[in-house]
């Protein structure tokens, strides 16, 4: 069974991500890994821990009815995001990476944004790109 791999965060561009993901998770017969990355350090206190729990908590409802078999990874290892999503999809052998983007400003679109360039640049597999609603 293949794997998509997916890069969620609890904002329109995680929301149109994870359910781009469910869909192609369906349309070829795969596992979905929903990956949360937090970076950590002084910004990620116990209030932050318990919001993330939470958001996943959520996720895991909406994966729950989905009829698509799942993990969730929820990471704080001090790596940038698009480091986790990269190596837990090469980890994983996953046939395709689904990242959210959102709309940015004439300058934000010239850099379209560390994290999203870095996945297409550097991931091993097809990187599905998904336009927030």
């Given at each position: 069974m293949g794997k998509v791999v997916v890069g969620y965060v609890p904002k329109p561009e995680g929301e149109a991500a994870l359910r781009t993901a469910v869909a192609e998770a369906k349309l070829r017969d795969a596992s979905l890994v929903v990956v949360n990355s937090h970076r950590g350090g002084s910004d990620f206190d116990a209030e932050a821990s318990t919001?993330?729990?939470?958001e996943m908590a959520a996720v895991r409802k909406?994966?729950?009815g989905s009829g698509v078999d799942y993990e969730v990874r929820q990471l704080v290892r001090g790596f940038e995001p698009a480091e986790d999503l990269i190596s837990i999809a090469?980890?994983?052998?996953?046939?395709?990476?689904?990242?959210?983007?959102?709309?940015r400003s004439?300058?934000?679109?010239?850099?379209?944004?560390?994290?999203?360039?870095?996945?297409?640049?550097?991931?091993?597999?097809?990187?599905?790109?998904?336009k927030a609603d």
């Open positions: 919001q993330a729990d939470r909406i994966l729950d090469e980890a994983s052998q996953a046939e395709l990476i689904v990242i959210g983007l959102r709309r004439p300058v934000g679109k010239l850099i379209l944004g560390s994290n999203a360039q870095r996945v297409l640049l550097d991931a091993h597999c097809p990187v599905l790109a998904v």
